[in-house]
């Protein structure tokens, strides 16, 4: 019952600042803003993608649907959540160790990990909200702007056109594995603010953890080649995954088994400093 207690104290810290509504705001104006394009110019886009295959496929029905706006949509903008989500969540900590009021916390009847796992679980709470909100811009709104149809997607082993009945199932599950990715991001992001009393530092810390392993991806270099595919970042986009045919189900549960290995990770190394911390403001 304390622990809940805590949970929704904390839910109501994170209402309570403004930039935890940065988010949001960001995601809508986004979204507006690539709607607005494809509504306005969407199928001058489209044709840079069908051209190279008009040659030799017949391309019969509304190609620019709301399935299709919704895929391009997630592949402009999961980027730049991350950033939003550590925005909130990187001081869930430190941000109560620099105003002093961590110590006063203490003093209730709730034990160290338990006061931890209830910002763990309302960052998580946060980060939920978040996708869920992308989701009703990008598939909700996008479908109800430019209506169903079937998915074409372009990956590397070609064009992968999905059946309309077989997409919405697909989306839930993408959604799914993206809050996982994220919620990685809110573990290492609280994991870093255990270790500060500054609640910049955390946040700035994460995006740069974040750019270094993303720039680690992006280098062809095969000494490298090893650690790819334990870091975290590798499998970011990993929602990707559910718009192939046939599934890649191997894939999907070892991208899916990394990213809970690092939560479990933050988490341990966050419980083991927290409890350690000498908190004397």
Known sequence: MIFFHSTRNELIKIALKPRSYLGLAAITGLVGIILFALVADGMTVISFVTASFEQTL???????NGNLVAFIILQMLIIQ???????VTGDLISGEAAMGTLRMLLTKPITRTQLLMSKFLAGGIYTFLIVLWLGFMAVGIGRYLFG????????????????EGDIMWRYI???????????????????????????????VATMAIILFFTIINALDVPIFDPIRPLLFT??????RSFFEDPLPWQQIKQSSLVLIV????????????????????
């Open 58 to 64: 017949r391309f019969e029905g509304k190609v620019l």
């Open 81 to 87: 959540i991350p950033l939003l989500v550590a925005l």
């Open 148 to 163: 169903p149809g079937d998915l074409m997607v372009l990956n590397s082993d070609g064009l992968v056109i999905l059946q």
């Open 173 to 203: 599950c993408a959604f799914c594995v993206a809050f996982l990715a994220l919620f990685t991001i809110s573990s290492l992001s609280i994991c870093l603010s255990c270790f500060s009393d500054n609640s910049i530092g955390p946040i």
């Open 234 to 239: 590798t499998h970011m986009a990993s929602w």
């Open 262 to 281: 690092h939560n479990i990770l933050f988490i341990g190394i966050s419980i083991f400093t927290f409890n350690r911390k000498d908190i004397t403001v």
